[in-house]
């Protein structure tokens, strides 16, 4: 590939994982009506056929993908790169929960957590960033939590996998830097999603009492602060871990 510089954010080409719903479905959503051209990649087929459906744009198109598929990852960002020649932006979104407090976590359930969140998130960067490396411009964006910088009781495979997200990204954005690929994380608080949908109302009440703005987050709250990420706005900012929410982590 021929070395090349940054296009316009409304010719950028990105792919966003974990997007039939939630925060990644207003991750594409934004990412489009900022006139980026978005692969929008989940497990669930159906949700992502919906999601196509609602965000009916002829510059989204799905592809089924387990991002803790190896090949399958990198297939996904090699057609890519055959269809449109390069590859701007890559926000690893999917993640999932299994929560339970340390003592009665199973083995199953950390290692599945740290598959989905945490390796899912190094195989992207590892195969965007090779593309990106040799445009010599791209934007990777990994979405950690809130958990993944203070914690969580009844998450520490969550948290533990969030957190080695940040170590991850501060890592790729070092050797990836002199490149002009930029590798930074966003920090949810507590955004009403169905992740969050499921978790008690006691809870939810006791979360509410944390967050200084005293609202849960929408998940277009997030999805413009990886717009901006994604976008030339955030051209000298890298290895960065920015919180959106609501002024819990300071
Ligand atoms: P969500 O509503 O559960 O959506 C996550 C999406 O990822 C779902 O469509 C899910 O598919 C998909 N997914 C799960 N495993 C996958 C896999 N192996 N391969 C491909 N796709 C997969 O979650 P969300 O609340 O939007 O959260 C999005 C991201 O933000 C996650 O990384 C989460 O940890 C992070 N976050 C969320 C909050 C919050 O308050 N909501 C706070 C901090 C961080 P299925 O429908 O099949 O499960």
Not at 202 to 215: F, V
């Amino acid at each position: 590939m021929a070395k090349s510089k940054s296009v316009p954010d409304n010719e950028k080409i990105a792919i966003v994982t974990g997007a039939a719903r939630g925060i990644g479905l207003e991750i594409a959503r934004e990412l489009l009506d900022m006139g980026m051209t978005v692969l929008g990649v989940d497990i669930s087929v159906e949700n992502l056929a919906a999601a196509k459906a609602e965000l009916a744009s002829d510059k989204f198109d799905i592809a089924t993908l387990d991002v803790t598929d190896s090949a399958g990852f990198e297939k996904v960002v090699s057609d890519m790169v055959d269809k449109h020649g390069r590859l701007d932006v890559l926000v690893n979104n999917a993640g999932i929960t299994r929560d339970n407090i340390c003592v009665l976590l199973t083995d199953d359930d950390w290692d599945l957590v740290m598959k989905v969140n945490l390796k899912s998130a190094f195989i992207g960067t590892r195969e965007a960033g090779k593309v990106m490396m040799r445009q010599r411009c791209g934007s990777i964006i990994n979405m950690s939590s809130y958990s993944g910088l203070e914690g969580n009781r009844g998450q520490a495979n969550y948290a533990a996998s969030k957190a080695g997200m940040i170590g991850l990204s501060k890592s790729a954005a070092k050797e990836l830097a002199k490149r002009n690929v930029r590798v930074n994380c966003v920090c949810p608080g507590f955004i009403k999603t169905e992740m969050t949908d499921a978790i008690p109302q006691e809870a939810k009440d006791m979360a509410l009492t944390m967050i200084p703005m005293k609202r849960m987050g929408q998940p277009g709250d997030i999805a413009k602060a990886v717009g901006f990420l994604a976008s030339d706005a955030s051209g000298y900012i890298t290895a960065q871990t920015l919180s959106v929410d609501g002024g819990m982590h300071t």
